[in-house]
């Protein structure tokens, strides 16, 4: 009985460091060229309208964030990022939220509020309708939030969380990824 015991953890083991180190796949793969999309600008200097920022910013360093919701954490790493932006103005670092939904009219107001709450100042909160986003991007349906930066239109980065895993320290260590899009 000890061995089997003994052999049946040794399984365990191994079975649960497989699904440990199987991450969250969402969006592009490094590496890969970013497609245009629109979306609905709700708080940007577009406000209204409907546009593709991947086509406005061209080849600039960007941060986007896919969400499918408007957290404290969502709204932490947000607040960094335009913080980023202001201090990275000569690098002309862009970025820009996507919001996810099915109801886009439901959540116009709360972007609104998210932003005026965060004081965000030149990061564009957006809604782009269907909690699938833009096709082209690949985002999992089990992601709730994916942000994807990019320079020169290639994806440098790309990390995805699962509903509630986008915490202080992901936020953290996603501040500190943008410098792969600043060299």
Do not use: H
Not at 158 to 174: C, P, R, T
């Amino acid at each position: 009985m000890k061995k089997f015991t003994g052999v049946a953890a040794c399984f365990l083991a191994v079975a649960g460091a497989a699904i440990a180190a199987e991450e969250l796949k969402s969006g592009l793969p490094v590496g890969e060229q970013v497609p245009a999309f629109n979306v609905r600008d709700i708080t940007g200097p577009k406000k209204g309208t409907t546009l593709c920022y991947r086509c406005q910013y061209g080849d600039k360093p960007v941060v986007t964030v896919f969400t499918r919701d408007l957290n404290d954490n969502v709204k932490d790493f947000v607040k960094k990022v335009d913080s980023l932006l202001a201090k990275n103005t000569d690098k002309k670092m862009s970025a820009f939220v996507v919001v996810m939904t099915d109801d886009p009219d439901a959540v116009e107001s709360k972007l609104e509020k998210f932003a005026e709450e965060a004081k965000i100042k030149d990061t564009p909160l957006t809604i782009v309708e269907g909690v699938t986003g833009p096709p082209e991007y690949k985002l999992s349906k089990d992601a709730e939030v994916t942000v994807m930066m990019w320079v020169d239109g290639e994806v440098k980065v790309d990390q995805a969380f699962a509903k509630g895993k986008l915490d202080k320290k992901a936020v953290e260590s996603l501040v500190g990824e943008t410098k792969k899009i600043l060299n």
